[in-house]
């Protein structure tokens, strides 16, 4: 019975030693082990054996990275003004030995260190490159924090500003000094607006100018091509009807008398005046006139109803013989011949010196030429 007790004894002593001799470290964590008080080595992730009653796991370290949130810090700027900073540290353990015995608690440490780096990065700051600035602050915070923690076995990634609050009273300016910049934005960009506006609108209408004056000065020229298609128009016509009297004159073969009455009926509606007085001539043009007519016998000369009738003259043949048997001794000659000017009633007689016409005002006559 003693020998069973005995064995069971010893079974239960072997099976704690072999408990004590197996260890599984979790993944992402590290164990230290010491062996006799003192550091021995540090567990791997996965199953480990240690010397039962000899070698002990101090603590396991947790090697993932952490993020830690602290509490809203006071921090004065270079201005005098009191910010609250609230700020978020991510950090992660490299080597467990350090940070088991070289810090007693890194986490306080860390919160501690991130304080004082704070302070003196934000104090020498003003509020508004403080709040504009939070990167920078973050980064100079992150460098100060890396070198410090990395002999505590620590690494820190990176450090954010989650807030940066200043006073209730500073809040309130820069609310005022935001809204009226918004307000300088606005009417800026409605000036622009208005300013763009105009710019559009005066262009159009100089646009509009240059086309109105194109149009009109194409209308003027189109109506100046119509004109002038027009008077060709219109000559062209006159022409061909001038053409065709001609032609017509030449096939009919009129004598040169009709022709000569109607030249010396145009010449009688000249000599009238605007009111219908006859004018008052010059022997050189009275002289010309009464050469037409003698070239036309008196009964030859077409009937004008508005002209009064005229006394004829009897002809050479009717003509009485002169005392020498001459016919025509007693006809005046043919320039300055009475009777011939009798054939124009709206020219007034001149007087008759010399058996030429003149005026009752002396003219001196023009040498022909």
Known sequence: MES??????????????????VRVVPQA?????????????????????????????KDTVDLREQVVAFPPQAVVTSDNLVVSVDTAVSFQVVDA?????????????????????????????????????????????????DAAAGAWGLRVGRVELTAIDPPVSVQESMERQ???????????????GQKQAAVLAAEGQRQAAVLRARGEAEATVLKAR??????????????????????????GGPGSEPLVHAYLRALREITRGDAGEPWTVSPDLRRILESLADLLPVGDEPSDPERPPVKEEPSDSDRPPAEDGSPNADRPPAKGGSHNVDRFPNIEKPQVREGFPVRDTPVEDTPAT
């Not at 964590?29 to 796991?57: M, Q, S, W």
């Not at 004082?116 to 924090?145: H, K, N, P, W």
């Open 226 to 251: 119509a004109e002038a298609e027009a008077r060709a128009t219109r000559a062209r016509g006159e022409a061909d009807a001038i053409g065709m009297l001609l032609r017509a004159v030449h096939e």
């Open 178 to 192: 935001a809204r009226a910049d918004r307000d300088r934005r606005a009417a800026v960009l409605a000036a622009e």
């Open 29 to 57: 964590t590290a164990g230290v082990v010491e062996r006799f008080g003192r550091y021995h080595r540090t567990l791997a992730p996965g199953l480990n054996l240690v010397v039962p009653f000899i070698d002990r796991i």
């Open 97 to 145: 030995r350090a940070a088991t015995y070289e810090i007693a608690n890194f986490l306080v440490a860390v919160e501690q260190l991130t304080v004082t780096t704070l302070r003196d990065v934000v104090g020498g700051m003003s509020v508004d490159r403080a709040l504009a600035s939070r990167e920078e602050i973050g980064a100079e915070l992150r460098e100060a924090l």
């Open 4 to 21: 069973l007790v005995a064995a069971l004894v010893v079974v239960a002593v072997a099976a704690f030693a072999a408990y004590r001799t």
